[in-house]
């Protein structure tokens, strides 16, 4: 077992991290210190959260051209929001959820998905069977892709072919999310009121088309 106390094993920044980190300090940084003093300051006051996946091509930061202080973003595995569930354990994604509705009242939540989503698919190969060692209970990929397992029946009965399949688990995703967080009170109560508003995406990373998510009409490019 770890010792709480002692001086946790690490190396090195890698190098070239360190050489884009002092090219950003002595552009990107200096060209806007007074903006970051500000920020300092005065703290954040972001106007949407975003909830985006983890994955390395997709960058709604830079999507959605914001600067420091424009977006507070949680990435975790195929941007899923998990029920609500008050249950004492570890909620990274609901607290930041809490944070952002209860303590920065964002007036947006966006939940933006992805083609070729791994997450996702790791998800469709566990329910189709082709993916045994995520149904072992010590497998944290295969338990936070339980989230989203209730899907897959529905996705198989209502679309044809494998490809296909796995977009609409990208989408469902997406729609999983929003639902969760229709069970979070404080998100609810901030809906209702009209004082916040949420939002589904889907990028496709190969072309660079945003689709939206509506009621009506479902997932339809802008």
Request: hydrophobic letters at 40%.
């Amino acid at each position: 077992m770890t010792d709480p106390t002692s001086p946790p094993n690490c190396a090195p920044l890698p190098g070239y991290l360190f050489k884009r980190y002092q090219r950003w300090l002595d552009a990107d940084f200096a060209e806007n210190k007074a903006w970051f003093a500000h920020l300092a300051e005065v703290g954040q006051h972001p106007r949407a959260m975003v909830i985006q996946c983890c994955d390395s091509r997709v960058n709604a930061v830079q999507m959605f051209g914001a600067e420091p202080g424009d977006l507070f973003v949680v990435r975790n595995v195929a941007n899923l929001v998990p029920p609500y569930n008050p249950d004492h354990q570890h909620h990274g994604t609901s607290a930041a959820v809490e944070y952002a509705v209860t303590i920065l009242k964002v007036a947006h939540i966006i939940v933006v998905g992805h083609s070729n989503c791994g997450g996702a698919r790791a998800c469709y190969d566990m329910c189709a069977g082709n993916a045994p060692e995520l149904e072992d209970t010590s497998s944290f990929i295969g338990r936070w892709m339980d989230i989203l397992r209730p899907s897959y029946a529905s996705v198989i009965e209502r679309i044809d072919g494998e490809a296909d399949q796995k977009t609409e688990m990208e989408r469902e995703a997406v729609l999983t999310s929003l639902r969760n967080l229709h069970g979070f009170p404080f998100v609810e109560a901030a809906v209702q009121t009209g004082t916040l508003t949420l939002h589904g995406t889907w990028l496709d990373i190969a072309d660079g088309t945003l689709h939206v998510y509506a009621p009506e009409s479902g997932f339809r490019q802008v």
